[in-house]
């Protein structure tokens, strides 16, 4: 079993940051991947990163890519999202999910976290 905890969404203008935070606790197997979703009102979930713990690979849809960073402190089992040039349309909750294997989909995770709110004001 694995819990995620999410935490640092809130308000922000049009071209601000945020760092979000996961932070992860049970039984982690240094292989899992563990991925951001956002679900923001009438539009279907998003996955916008994905890493794996062991191998630090990436990946985010070209929705966010060149704006959001993931990266992990394996040593805090904390995983964060560094999202820069934020826009109107990334506003959602923003949720923190883990697996252990590929998934069937980029949204396909056995564990999720409760969400973290983001607004993005224009």
């Given at each position: 079993?694995v819990?995620?905890?999410?935490?640092?969404?809130?308000l922000?203008?049009?071209?601000?940051?945020?760092?979000?935070?996961?932070?992860?606790?049970?039984?982690?197997?240094?292989d899992?991947?563990?991925?951001?979703?956002?679900?923001?009102?009438?539009?279907?979930?998003?996955a916008?990163?994905?890493?794996?713990?062991?191998?630090?690979?990436?990946?985010?849809?070209?929705?966010?890519?060149?704006?959001?960073t993931?990266?992990?402190?394996?040593?805090?089992?904390?995983v964060?999202?560094?999202?820069?040039?934020?826009?109107?349309?990334?506003?959602?909750?923003?949720f923190?999910?883990?697996?252990?294997?590929?998934g069937?989909?980029?949204?396909?995770?056995?564990?999720?976290?409760?969400?973290?709110?983001?607004?993005?004001?224009?």
């Open positions: 079993e819990q995620l905890q999410a935490s640092g969404g809130g922000v203008q049009t071209g601000g940051s945020l760092r979000l935070s996961c932070a992860l606790s049970g039984h982690i197997f240094d899992y991947d563990i991925g951001w979703i956002r679900q923001a009102p009438g539009r279907e979930r998003e916008v990163s994905k890493i794996n713990l062991r191998y630090g690979d990436t990946d985010y849809p070209d929705s966010v890519k060149g704006r959001f993931i990266s992990s402190d394996n040593a805090k089992n904390t964060y999202l560094q999202m820069n040039g934020l826009k109107p349309e990334d506003t959602a909750v923003y923190c999910a883990a697996r252990h294997g590929p069937v989909d980029e949204l396909d995770y056995d564990y999720w976290g409760q969400g973290t709110q983001v607004t993005v004001s224009s």
